[in-house]
């Protein structure tokens, strides 16, 4: 899925990192993602995983969440926690996209300060004041689970036999969650805040 995706977003910029295997360590993803929030100021940010995510309680956090637990994707040496990532792209002034493809991945930015409340689909505005605009597409609601094949995730598998690039963000969108190939207890998520995505092309 790393290459696959890598070698779609190199249609529209050189600045993309690719991380995979004993190279995708915490401490590498988040300089990576903290220099792309930091380089990115008002353009697009797409921060994209594939891989194993959990949701577990932790002593310190997960209060906010409706179900008690933080999500997390699992790298390399340790996870990286949903309060981390939103640490990191709420700095944004820009936009931000998130493209999830592992389990429990509905709420893989969830902070305190944003309420989720369902139901969740792409037109749903969280009413915060955010500085910038957050498009977050997830495989899988928060208590079920994101299924891969030998060819890969299902979800960016979907996501890549749809993709069009005259299409916009809502029109791919609806080709995904379409997609008869994805099981029903599959169910990809998409979150948005902020309107930076309306009416846009995707990936502009």
Known sequence: DAERMYKLLSRYTCNIVKFSDNAATKANVVAALKDAI????????IFSYSGHGGSDPFSDTGIEEDDGKDEYMLL???YL?????WSI????????MLINDCCHS???????SVRINPPLSFDHTLNEKQKFSMLCWSGCPDDTYSYGASSGGQFTNALLRHFNEKLTYQELWDRIKNDKTLRAYENPQSTV????????????
């Open 193 to 204: 805040i902020g309107s930076g995505f309306d009416g846009k092309e995707i990936f502009r």
């Open 76 to 78: 390399w040496d340790t």
């Open 89 to 96: 792209i709420s700095k944004s002034t820009g936009r931000v």
């Open 38 to 45: 930091s380089r990115g100021k008002n353009g697009l940010v």
């Open 81 to 85: 926690r949903d309060n981390e990532i």
């Open 106 to 112: 509905r709420t893989m930015f969830r902070n305190a």
